[in-house]
């Protein structure tokens, strides 16, 4: 069984802080990456994290993070964690039948597109139907696109879309959008887009080759109509990427996990950052944030068991 002072799972913007941190105090770390980059990495461009004036695309600034954390000596597997549990103290982290073992654990797994769960959302996935719209934005080229949601994603990435489709309907279930002000804004100027409001989607509609129409439902009047489009992009919230944990550590009835104010769980040694944990804002910035705060209790904590201290 392979043996570290302390393990990282997740590998987006609060997994490789959490890493830098860790190597950087000498640690024998490891982190699991998942998916390399988490939702940042498939974020076209980030505004709104410090440092960046002109911005930058989430890929970039995720490669950045991990060559920071690897320059520190953070050493890096990929696959995803099955389970983790707790042996006399030790954290047992399993991967593909093999066992991993650590006195700390951060958990930085993020979180998860929600699905709309209407007919024709898995047929046509993959193709017409998206939930990264820098992954798959470049194949509607010239065509028009449905992005569904309110949210800061639905906003921003039906923007982003403008450069590839003829035209982006942005439906909605409400007459308001929940993003922030600035990328309201943004939408609002942009010719391209166009808001369908007060507005659900009932079902995707395709033919062999893919889809060509979603037929939406008006909630204040009933009325239902197909807007025709080849491309979908579902942006309707997250879900925290916890289940893996079972009960091991408190969640809320969302499955966020609960930490205090050091990130720490109701283990002991166990800390959550970024977006899989409850929190006020979710943000590359936070998730930063959270991480280095993890980390830093991380390293309390080992120091502590190293002395023999209770933990
Ligand atoms: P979100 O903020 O939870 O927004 C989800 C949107 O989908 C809401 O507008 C919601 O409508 C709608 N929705 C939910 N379920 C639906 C359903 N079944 N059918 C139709 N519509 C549905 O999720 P998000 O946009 O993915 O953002 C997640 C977090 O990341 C947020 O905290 C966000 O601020 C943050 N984020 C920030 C930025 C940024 O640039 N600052 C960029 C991306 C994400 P209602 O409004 O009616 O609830």
Known sequence: MEKYDAIIIGGGPAGYTAGIYLARAARNVLLFEGVPGGQAGTTDLIENY???PEGISGADLMEKFKHQA???GLKIKDGMV?????REGKKIV???EQEYVADALVIATGADANKLGVPGEEEYRGRGVSYCATCDGAFF???PIVVVGGGDSAVKEAVYLTQFGSKVYIVHRRDKLRAEKANQEMAFKNEKIEFVWNSVVEEIIGDKLGVTGVRIRNVKTG???VIDAEGVFIYVGVTPNTAF???LVEKDEKGYIITNENMETNIP???AAGDCRKKLLYQVATAVGDAATAAWAAEEYLERLEAGQEV
């Open 82 to 86: 099955d389970s983790v549990e707790v």
């Open 70 to 72: 690897v320059k520190f």
């Open 94 to 96: 399993k991967v593909r």
């Open 223 to 225: 009325e239902t109509k």
């Open 245 to 247: 944990l079972g009960d």
């Open 50 to 52: 410090p440092g960046f």
């Open 269 to 271: 040694g166990i800390y």
């Open 141 to 143: 080229k010239n065509v």
